[in-house]
């Protein structure tokens, strides 16, 4: 194991341990990272003494904050096709932890957002601390939420997935098991010794639920029905109309969420959910590398980064910048199909092959 490296992975006893080591740069993904990991997890897979695997993240701030957003505006910039390299790995990545054939367990305590979500929340557990902090923040810089949010999104509880998906709202660990984001919640001190216990082996559902303690009310309960009622639409339009309308302080300050965000991002996100709804995971894998084809292409996600990450100015100029602008055409653009490339990701997604090969 070179202490070093951005990814370490080890075993301990029956344990496969993954170890996302950028803690500098809050565990953000990259394309070797994912390569990395799919390659260890196929190890493991077929590794009969390895019962089980768990995933967490160096230092104490973050799980891991997504992908390495600088990098791929620095390499989009560029007409670098690094970018849909990273994607296409990425999104195969996310359907290996998807159907994966061993208990994949995440420590998902720190900041869990973007890319952290993608190789957490697909495994059957997903364990929080006290300082797990999820979002899904994409349509404030231009993208959608991806990594396989397409698919987990619209399954939870009533209207959450779309309420998360097009606000970015952030999750304190009672939200998160309220969401169904974690499966249990153990504090941070008591993390070390539930992976030893995992490392012997046994049975993973028992020693998660011997760990596991009541963290508290869940805010998100209190909301639920106002989320169901507010985000109940199918179009981002009528959302705002009908929140606009209400004298409900809580409805407006979603209003002045939304008219943050990227409006082409918005009516994006809110077909993609819909959609996915009715699809298979790796039907809305492929769905998702369709629409991040086009959005690489354009302007929005340039703007975004540009803005949030880069000058830090966190005043985008979004175009067009009303949603009444964005027309139907142009979305439609975004779902419309990539042929051959688009047939070969799906074909390939789970598998090592790369996309220029």
């Not at 000058?311 to 979004?318: A, E, F, L, R, Y």
């Amino acid at each position: 194991m070179n202490a070093d490296a951005d990814i370490l992975f080890e075993e301990m006893g029956a344990l496969g341990l993954i170890t996302l080591n950028r803690p500098d740069a809050l565990n953000a993904l990259t394309t070797n990272m994912c390569l990395a990991l799919l390659d260890q997890l196929e190890r493991w897979a077929q590794a009969e003494h390895v019962h089980a695997v768990a995933i967490r993240g160096a230092g104490t701030r973050a799980f891991c904050a997504g992908g390495d957003i600088r990098s791929l505006y620095e390499a989009g910039q560029a007409g670098s096709k690094d970018v849909m390299q990273f994607y296409w790995h990425e999104y195969r990545l996310n359907t290996f932890i998807k159907e994966y054939t061993k208990p994949y367990i995440a420590f998902i305590d720190g900041i869990v957002m973007g890319g952290g979500v993608g190789v957490s929340v697909h495994g059957k557990y997903r364990i929080a601390g006290e300082s797990t902090l999820f979002a899904m923040p994409e349509t404030g810089i231009g993208l959608i939420p991806d990594v396989g949010g397409t698919y987990f999104l619209p399954r939870l509880r009533g209207e959450l997935g779309c309420y998360l998906g097009l606000t970015g709202a952030r999750l304190k660990v009672a939200d998160c098991l309220y969401a169904g984001i974690a499966t249990h919640y153990a504090p941070s001190h008591a993390q070390d010794e539930l992976l030893r216990n995992l490392s012997a082996g046994g049975d993973v559902d028992r020693m998660c639920a011997k760990f596991a303690v009541d963290p508290g009310a869940a805010s998100l309960a209190a909301l639920q029905n106002r989320i169901d009622g507010f985000f109940a639409g199918n179009a981002v339009e009528d959302i705002l109309n009908t929140l606009s309308a209400s004298d409900d302080a809580w409805a407006q300050e979603m209003v002045m969420t939304l008219r943050t965000k990227s409006p082409t991002s918005l009516k994006i996100t809110m077909r993609q959910l819909r959609e996915g709804a009715k699809l298979s995971f790796r039907e809305c894998m492929a769905l998702e590398y369709r629409i991040i084809s086009r959005i690489m292409k354009g302007y929005e996600f340039f703007e975004g980064v540009r803005a949030i990450v880069i000058d830090k100015d966190n005043t985008p100029h979004w175009k067009p910048a009303r949603l009444e602008d964005v027309s139907t055409a142009s979305v439609d653009a975004y779902f419309a199909s990539l042929d051959a490339d688009e047939l070969r990701f799906d074909r390939q997604v789970g598998q090592k092959e790369n996309l220029h090969d």
